[in-house]
Structures are given as structure tokens and as C-alpha cells.
């Protein structure tokens, strides 16, 4: 490492001081003939000496600080990071350099033509600009019943039905951080202009934006960095996952196994005792359920009282693992409407060939990579087509809340060079507690709480809710710790509500809410605990109200 003086204007006066004394000290008991008084010897040699070496002797502190994992953990934030990096090396660890965002995008287009998506296209939104991740080729729609196979870099134009056409892109945040992450349907504002496109919006929440690691986030890996990356014990296999790059900025993992009361499906026996052998994971891998967008088509069931009912599948690799249909409607239908599920109807559809986990239940595969769906809907509009039950077919936008990588995560662990031999193992999505926490911010008059501020504390709270993890607690002081920092003396929180929904495993909802401590219940038999459910917070799930309180006059 090179050593650099710090900003003179940063140097402990003090200190300074003490050099200058000791300076002057020495000069007296060498050359006591020397005036030391102020002057240009005190002024241009004791003065800038003391100061200079005021600068230095904290730089050594600081080296000093992060020479070992001892200095470190006593006080990572004080320790510099080029040495941190140096020393965690040792244990084979690196240090997050971030990540930028990634996601998709739908093009509006006004016609089904030809339309080439170039990678130095930019996008902006929320102030971060995004490029696609390749140039891609938008092809007009097709009547072939069996089109031909589209390269990587080409989508197919879809026909929406309105007199309007769209496509999906990916693109990617041109920097690191959490500020890419955008919500779906955030709007997309190309930087040029492209021929045959109206607008552009995300199709769904983007994710994977990370920003570089503090210290204490660095240290966190320590247990990881020294654990073998193989399936074993626990730390083993969070090891593992987090060094493969596409799962290396997941948040937390539960791994339960023989022993475990959530662990049922090594029971499945004459004798309702766990044989071993199973390995279910469940992985949180975002701070919140990720919304995607897609276009499906639904098929008339019939008539209802109020409207038509239509039905569609969701099969395993549509959104793997998913927790809930969130909205469907028509096409560029107002974001505000949509329409109402009947029935949701999951099941389970393993492979007929290579690996298939031992799920006896439904609920056992729940929020797998195995899961698909039906759901029903009832179309409350007014249609002028023609309607034949079981044949007439339409398109509709799906919105569908789940958790990111569930698939990716399962093909991995459960792929021959990886799983163990006498290991069955099944990946699974966290069971959802779906948080959502509101509060008043109390403030003086003169002191408004701006649009910034509140967006920033959003921001905060789901980063410190994201830290907890598998802990079954979440403490109204997590909430208002991280609201704090962004408020002054005369501002405070008043009225704090925390609510969760839990969807279980197997589809039943039950909820919870405080304003002091929100508690998991313990409900083994339905997959229910602190091993298996997590706090998801998104920043449209906090609300913060300003309010005038009554602070005297300054």
C-alpha cells in the first residue's frame, strides 16, 4: 500500500500540538541558542514539521488498525480497505466490488416491423442509465403455427390486440448500486430517438444492483471464506452458492436437514421417523418478491354473473418457485385496475428424466422450481368477440410476485457433478411474510421533511430489514435506527405499524402486526418458523406521513 498524508485540514489539532511542543523540546536541549518564539523558524519549520508528522503517525494508526482480523473486528470502520482486502485474501475471500442492476424492459411500438435495439441506446430512469445487454432484433409476428427458433439477441414482436405492438429487451445499469433497482412499470426514457417506438417501460422489478461492501459487510464472509465450497454442513453450502457468480450477491439461506422439525420429507416411511438424506434449502435471494410482467393467453371457461371466466397455466419455468398472481387485465389496461383471481389451483411437475426430489404433498414442493399453476379469473368487461368455451383464446398481462434465481439456484444444486450421491435436495423460495410498515414523521414547522429525505429512509429500512434473515424477529428498532439517521433533533416517528401476511406453502394466509415487535409464529406442521420465513420489504411497502407537531418556537 502507498501511504498518503491525510487532508491537513483532517489532522487532530491536538496532536498537532503535542509534535510541535515535542519539536520545540528537542530543539531547545540541541541548539538552546535557536529563537523558538513565533517567527519564520517556528512559522515555516516547527509549525509544518508538527503538523506533518501529526499526519503521519495516523496513518500508522490506521495500518495498525488493519493490519489483522483482530484490529479488524474490534473496529471495522476505521480499518482501511485496500489492507482489509489484503488481509481477507488470506482466507479466500474478495471483496464485492457491487454490481449493476439488470432487467427487462417492453418496448411500445406502433407498428409489427423490423426494429433493431442497439447496445449504445440508452435508457434513463430515476437518473441511472441503462444500455441493452446486446443489440437486439425485433421481428414482425408470424402465422406459422411453429415459427422458427429465435437467436439469443432476437424477440418476436407480440400483437396486443389494441392497434399496438410490444417486445422485451434486457439492459443492464451502466454502474453499480441500488439505485438501479426500479420498480415494474417504471418509465424508460431513451436518450435518442428510435424509429417505430412510442415508449418503454420495466417489465418487472429489476434486481442484482449491489453496492460495494463495507467492512462489516467484508467480515460477514469471513465464516463463508474459510468453510469448503462443497455440500456438507451449512456454512458449506452458502459457500458454495456464493461463489458462483450469478448467486454471489444472494442475501441468506436456511438449510435444513436431518434433525430439523421442518424437515418432513425424510419421513416419508412406514415409520414416521427421519431417515436423512434430504436436504431442503430455502433462499432469500432479494429483499422483497420480485414483479414480473408477462403476456399470457387465457382460454374461456364461460359465463359468470358478472362477466366471462378465463383460465391460464403458469408451468415451471414461467416463474419458478412463484408466491401469487398480483394483477391481471388487458393490455395497456390503467396500472390502478385489473381483475379479480377465483380460484388458484397449484400442483407439482417433476421431471421424468435425470433428478426428481421426493415430494409426496403439494405443500412439500411449494414455492419450488416444481410448482406450476392454474388460476381463474372473471373478466368483468364487456367483450364484442365472439366467445366459445374452451377454444376462444386472449392475451393478458400477468403480473407475478416471486422470488428471483429459485430456478437457477435448483438447477445447480440438483445437477449430477454438484448434488451428493445420497443426498436428495430441494430448493425452495423463503415462505413469504409480506411486510408492510407505516409511520408519522413529526416535525417542526420550519423544517419540512422533503420527497428526498423520505426516499432515502425507504432505502435505509429495507437495507437493515434485508440484514436480518432467518431470525423469526423483526423489532420496531431496526425500523426507526434506520430512520433516524436521516432525521434531526427536532424530528421523530410516531405511530409505527408493522403488518405481515404469510402466505404458507400450503396457500392459506395468516397474518401478523405490531408497532413494537413483529414474531414468526412456530407452526411446524404447515412449514411455518423462523428456519423457513422471512420479512420481504419492498420501498412501496413503507409508508412515511409528515406531520406539524407542536415543537416551541426557536
Known amino acids: 500500500m502507498t501511504l498518503q498524508i491525510n487532508d491537513l485540514a483532517t489532522i487532530d489539532p491536538q496532536r498537532a500540538e503535542e509534535n510541535i511542543a515535542m519539536l520545540a523540546q528537542f530543539m531547545r536541549e540541541r541548539h538552546p541558542d535557536v529563537e523558538l518564539t513565533r517567527g519564520v523558524f517556528y512559522d515555516l519549520v516547527l509549525y509544518f514539521n508538527g503538523l506533518l508528522t501529526a499526519a503521519v503517525q495516523q496513518n500508522i494508526e490506521q495500518i495498525l488498525q488493519s493490519r489483522s482480523l483482530l484490529q479488524i473486528t474490534q473496529n ?215 414483479e414480473t410482467t408477462h403476456i399470457i393467453s387465457a382460454l374461456y371457461v364461460g359465463e359468470t354473473a358478472s362477466g366471462t371466466l378465463w383460465q391460464f397455466s403458469i408451468d415451471e419455468n414461467v416463474a419458478p418457485g412463484f408466491y401469487e398472481v398480483r394483477r391481471i387485465a388487458t393490455p395497456n389496461q390503467p396500472n390502478t385496475s385489473g381483475y379479480g383471481i377465483v380460484n388458484d389451483i397449484r400442483g407439482i411437475n417433476l421431471p421424468t428424466t435425470g433428478f426428481a426430489p421426493d415430494i409426496r404433498y403439494l405443500f412439500e414442493g411449494a414455492y419450488s422450481r416444481y410448482q406450476t399453476g392454474v388460476i381463474q379469473f372473471e373478466n368483468t368487461d364487456t367483450i364484442e368477440q365472439e366467445l366459445v368455451p374452451n377454444q376462444t383464446k386472449q392475451n393478458y398481462e400477468v403480473t407475478i410476485a416471486s422470488m428471483p434465481l429459485i430456478g437457477e439456484l435448483s438447477d445447480f444444486l440438483t445437477d449430477r457433478d454438484i448434488r451428493s450421491r445420497a443426498t436428495d435436495v430441494l430448493t425452495r423460495a423463503v415462505v413469504p411474510c409480506f411486510t408492510k410498515i407505516s409511520f408519522q414523521i413529526a416535525t417542526e414547522l420550519s423544517v419540512p421533511v422533503s420527497t428526498e429525505t423520505i426516499a432515502a429512509i425507504k432505502k435505509e429500512i429495507v437495507d437493515a430489514v434485508s440484514k436480518i434473515g432467518f431470525s423469526g424477529q423483526l423489532h420496531a428498532s431496526v425500523v426507526t435506527n434506520a430512520a433516524h439517521k436521516h432525521l434531526t433533533g427536532r424530528q421523530a416517528i410516531n405511530d409505527l405499524d408493522m403488518f405481515g401476511r404469510i402466505r404458507r406453502p400450503d396457500g392459506s394466509t395468516t397474518y401478523i402486526r405490531s408497532g413494537v415487535l413483529l414474531t414468526l409464529p412456530n407452526e411446524v406442521d404447515k412449514l411455518v418458523t423462523a428456519r423457513t420465513t422471512a420479512f420481504l420489504v419492498g420501498e412501496n411497502d413503507i409508508e412515511i406521513s409528515p406531520v406539524i407537531a407542536g415543537y416551541a418556537d426557536r
Open 76 to 290: 471495522p470502520q476505521l480499518a482501511d480497505e485496500s489492507l482489509v482486502d489484503h488481509v481477507l485474501s488470506n482466507f479466500n475471500i474478495t471483496r464485492d466490488a457491487g454490481a449493476p442492476a439488470v432487467g427487462t424492459i417492453t418496448l411500445a411500438l406502433t407498428a409489427p416491423i423490423l426494429t433493431t435495439i442497439l447496445t449504445s441506446d440508452v435508457f434513463n430512469a430515476n437518473d441511472v442509465e441503462f444500455l441493452p445487454t446486446d443489440n437486439f432484433t425485433l421481428l414482425p409476428p408470424t402465422d406459422e403455427s411453429e415459427p422458427a427458433p429465435l437467436a439469443a439477441n432476437q424477440r418476436r414482436i407480440i400483437d396486443v390486440g389494441d392497434g399496438t405492438y410490444i417486445a422485451n429487451i434486457n439492459v443492464r445499469a451502466q454502474t453499480p448500486g441500488v439505485a438501479g433497482n426500479i420498480k415494474r412499470g417504471t418509465t424508460m426514457v431513451p436518450d435518442t430517438n428510435i424509429n417505430n417506438l412510442t415508449e418503454a417501460f420495466a417489465a418487472a422489478d429489476f434486481i442484482a444492483g449491489k453496492n460495494p461492501s463495507t467492512n462489516e459487510e467484508y467480515l460477514a464472509k469471513l465464516a463463508e471464506g474459510l468453510s469448503a465450497k462443497t455440500v456438507g454442513g451449512r456454512k458449506s453450502y452458502e459457500a458454495m452458492i456464493r461463489a458462483q457468480a450469478a448467486f454471489k450477491n444472494t442475501l441468506h439461506y436456511s438449510i435444513l436437514g436431518c434433525g430439523d422439525p421442518e424437515q418432513q420429507r425424510d419421513q416419508h416411511s412406514l415409520f414416521p421417523i427421519s431417515g436423512g438424506g434430504k436436504i431442503d434449502i430455502y433462499a432469500q435471494t432479494n429483499t422483497h418478491a420480485q
